[in-house]
């Protein structure tokens, strides 16, 4: 079975700090996605990184990928309030299956 | 807007109930999901239809039925629920499963159940 842990489960920060999340599994996945959910919505996709050691800039946030392609990190620079939510992961294993999720990261940035 | 729709966004009900929860994408995708998710507490995935046929189900208890009548329109059909089916439920397409590239899902903004 493949499975994604994520870490710190929560994180509480003050604006303007630097923080990073990590998502990693045993298992290799064929890409990695990161979502963003915020309180009564829907996870929302952030990015999707396929290659492996394969880094993604999307304004303050910096995506990694690792080269083995079992892990991931999200870090965020300069934090804003704007930046709260819940910060999943999800990997992708053989095709034909569904993506498997981690449990989520919390994020909750305040001024 | 991410082209998935739910309806009802919040739903009470009681455990001798019968209700439908509905999810329509705009996507042309042909992958569609249902999840539950409670409290601290992952993603818990309910059902998968690709292509209208359904192709996982999780261990889901009986009292939750799934409809996919066509590649745009899932439902979930819900009846003598208990109060720990309180959650969150989610539906989600993607373009193919599990394919990388095109299994990127697309969730709608979830439908907030509360079983009294």
């Known amino acids: 079975t493949q499975l994604l842990e994520q870490s710190p489960q929560f994180l509480s920060i003050q604006e303007g700090e630097n923080l990073t999340v990590y998502c990693n599994s045993s298992?290799?996945?064929?890409?990695l996605q990161w979502y963003r959910q915020e309180p009564g919505e829907g996870p929302v996709l952030l990015v999707t990184?396929?290659?492996?050691?394969e880094v993604k800039k999307l304004k303050r946030l910096t995506f990694q990928f690792g080269d083995a392609r079992k892990d991931s990190s999200l870090h965020i620079t300069a934090a804003q309030t704007g930046d709260t939510g819940l910060y999943l992961c999800?990997?992708?294993?053989?095709?034909?299956?569904?993506?498997?999720f981690g449990k989520g990261t919390t994020l909750s940035v305040s001024s | 807007e991410t082209g998935v729709t739910q309806t009802p966004r919040h739903l009470v009900m009681g455990m001798t109930n019968k209700k439908s929860l509905k999810c329509e994408q705009h996507l042309g995708h042909n992958a569609m999901y249902w999840y539950k998710q409670s409290a601290k507490k992952p993603l818990e995935l309910m059902f998968v239809?690709?292509?209208?046929?359904?192709?996982e189900n999780n261990s889901v208890p009986s009292r939750f039925s799934p409809e996919c009548p066509n590649s745009s329109h899932l439902f979930l059909h819900l009846h003598t629920l208990q109060p720990e089916d309180s959650a969150l439920y989610l539906c989600a397409s993607s373009q193919d499963m599990g394919a990388p590239g095109t299994d990127t899902q697309y969730f709608g903004p979830g439908t907030r159940l509360t079983v009294l």
């Open positions: 999800a990997g992708a294993g053989q095709a034909g299956t569904a993506l498997i």
């Open positions: 239809y690709s292509l209208e046929e359904r192709v």
């Open positions: 298992s290799v996945f064929s890409s």
């Open positions: 990184v396929v290659t492996g050691g």
